[in-house]
């Protein structure tokens, strides 16, 4: 008899055992997917099925195409200024950067005399300088390159020179009519000189620059 309420007891002592015994959590696709190796990519994972049978796929996020516009923008480019000339589709972009072209000042010689025979153009010119001009269209150079003592003066006219004196400061240097109009001798300072070039058609300076 008392083997028999023994057997109840052991079993209830089973259960009890059993039901106290702490449950594994269960794993989840989501879970698992989580760890797995992707593509590198900006994206999310798309998850579907039932652990262990998962479904993992990483789904990158669809990137617009650039224009060609923003995407020449920023290409690098000879250093001037300038401005892009863009052609073709993305990713077969043309970007051309276009350098603006800076046409230097033409100084005409507009000034006539009263009988019209020379224009000219007066240069004030420090020792170094160097100026263009224009006449009928053929572009010359007038370099001021040497003020002594006693005012003896340089003048370069298209890569040709002359002295000019006090008393001989009229002359035709490379087909310019070239007139020392004034100097001024700086002793350890820069000096300078007036300097009158233009169209040289008459002989004399009495003829030519207005001069009496």
């Known amino acids: 008899m008392k083997e028999l309420f023994l ?5 209830l002592v089973v259960l009890l055992s059993g039901c106290t015994q702490e449950q594994e959590p269960i794993m989840t696709c989501g879970d698992y997917c989580v760890d797995q190796e ?32 923003e995407y020449c923008v920023d290409q690098p480019h000879i250093m001037c200024v300038g401005e892009w000339n863009i052609s073709g589709d993305y990713p077969n972009c043309v970007c051309g950067w276009v350098c603006d072209v800076v046409v230097p000042e033409k100084i005409e010689l507009v000034v006539y005399t009263q009988d019209g025979l020379c ?4 240069f004030d ?12 269209d053929r572009k010359h150079t007038v370099k001021l390159t040497k003020v002594s003592s006693g005012d003896l003066t340089t003048v370069f006219i298209d890569n ?8 001989y400061k009229f002359d035709t240097l490379s087909s310019v009519g070239v007139y020392v109009k004034e100097v001024n001798y700086v002793q350890g300072g ?11 058609k008459v002989n004399s300076p009495d003829d030519c620059f207005g001069m009496e």
């Open 160 to 167: 040709f020179f002359k002295q000019f004196t006090p008393l």
């Open 190 to 200: 820069t000096s300078s000189a007036t300097i009158w070039v233009g169209e040289h």
């Open 119 to 122: 224009a000219h153009h007066e």
């Open 7 to 11: 057997i109840p007891v052991i079993g």
């Open 38 to 69: 992707h593509v590198e990519c900006i994206g999310e994972w798309e998850i579907s099925g039932t652990y262990p049978d998962c479904n993992c796929s990483w789904v990158c996020d669809t990137v617009p195409e650039p224009t060609c516009q």
């Open 125 to 136: 010119m420090g020792v170094g300088d160097e100026e263009e001009f224009y006449i009928n």
